[in-house]
């Protein structure tokens, strides 16, 4: 049945093929449609089941908004002081939101808050069009990046992830191709700026977002991704933990309630800690050896003793203390009386 509703299909002008639904089926399913860990290092797979499966995101899709705002921002192309002006289609967005006004300007900064903690869908539609300029030229942005990271069986029709309308297409992926947007989260060296908050004021804090990721402060070394859920797409999870300096990513697509969806993540990173090799000990500093039995040999500078000057009065100094001193030797060697007669003599 998936299979006949798999279609090639181009979007907003993209030269590209992908998966697509004509409509939206029912596909969360017990455990999940899909999942997978792998190790962050190098992507190598530890576990995976049905990992190509096809699925609905939702709400995760929002972390390849959050992606191309951080690059922009790495790029300085925006800043996040930047002030961005709600408009009226972003402040009309349903669903999980900060219910923006139209005309209320927020930071760049505010709505990236906005977007990873409360799941805003408005917050997502304000950033796409202060980015792109329109809604249709971010989601082109989103394919395109999906394209070069290798998500080969994800579309994105949307910049939030919500359910589409009757007979209408909906962004889909699958475990791997969400495990691929993971590991070039990581790149971004903001990214847990927003991905490890469990709690933050929102408006002079007169709204209080709160993260839908329950691993976070449950689960040790957890601190990103996002979670996503609507009704046929059942509930996914992106999430990162890291332990030991070893770092993993595990999704978890179209779990059929929030607590399995939870339960199997725990799973996946646990077994994922398991198997993944240890890091290697620090290499150990071993010294120096400086050849010195050939006359060409130098000895590095750093190596070196330092230089003491040399003192001019040494030399005479020593002149007259040995003198003194053989001196005292002939004195008592000879008869006081044939000192005396010696130095009458002289």
């Not at 290798?150 to 007979?167: C, Q, V, W, Y």
Request: charged letters at 20%.
């Amino acid at each position: 049945m998936i299979k006949r509703l798999l279609a090639v299909s181009c979007f907003a002008g993209l030269v590209c093929a992908g998966p697509t639904f004509a409509r939206t089926e029912q596909l969360a399913t017990n455990p999940y449609r899909g999942a997978i860990v792998i190790n962050a290092a190098d992507g190598a797979v530890l576990f995976e089941d049905n990992a190509d499966a096809i699925g609905y995101p939702a709400s995760v899709i929002k972390l390849m908004t959050l992606l191309l705002v951080l690059e922009k921002v790495d790029a300085g192309a925006i800043r996040l002081g930047e002030r961005v002006r709600v408009s009226a289609e972003a402040a009309r967005m349903g669903g999980s939101q900060v219910y923006l006004k139209e005309g209320e300007i927020f930071t760049v900064d505010e709505l990236l808050d906005a977007l990873m903690i409360q799941s805003a869908n408005d917050a997502a539609v304000a950033l796409a069009q202060h980015v792109a300029g329109t809604r249709e030229a971010f989601v082109k942005m989103m394919n395109q990046k999906a394209a070069a990271l290798g998500m080969k069986n994800t579309r994105f029709i949307s910049e939030h992830g919500l359910p589409p309308g009757a007979d209408a297409t909906p962004d889909v992926t699958t475990a791997r191709d969400l495990a691929l947007l993971g590991r070039a989260l990581l790149a971004q060296p903001l990214v847990f700026r927003y991905t490890a908050i469990k709690e933050r004021g929102f408006r002079n804090d007169s709204f209080i977002m709160r993260n839908h990721n329950n691993l976070l402060g449950e689960f040790e070394g957890v601190d990103g991704f996002k979670t996503g859920y609507f009704r046929a797409a059942g509930y996914s999870i992106l999430a990162t933990a890291q332990r030991n300096g070893v770092r993993l990513i595990a999704a978890v697509l179209g779990s059929e309630n929030r607590q399995l969806r939870d339960a199997k993540a725990r799973e996946l990173l646990t077994a994922g800690f398991l198997a993944a090799p240890p890091l290697p000990p620090p290499p150990q500093q071993t010294p120096t050896f400086v050849e010195t039995n050939k006359e060409t040999a130098e000895i590095p500078e750093e190596l070196a003793e330092p230089a003491t000057p040399r003192a001019w009065w040494r030399w005479p100094l020593m002149i007259v203390i040995v003198s003194g001193i053989g001196f005292f030797i002939y004195a008592r060697l000879r008869r006081p009386g044939d000192l005396k007669k010696g130095l009458l003599k002289r």
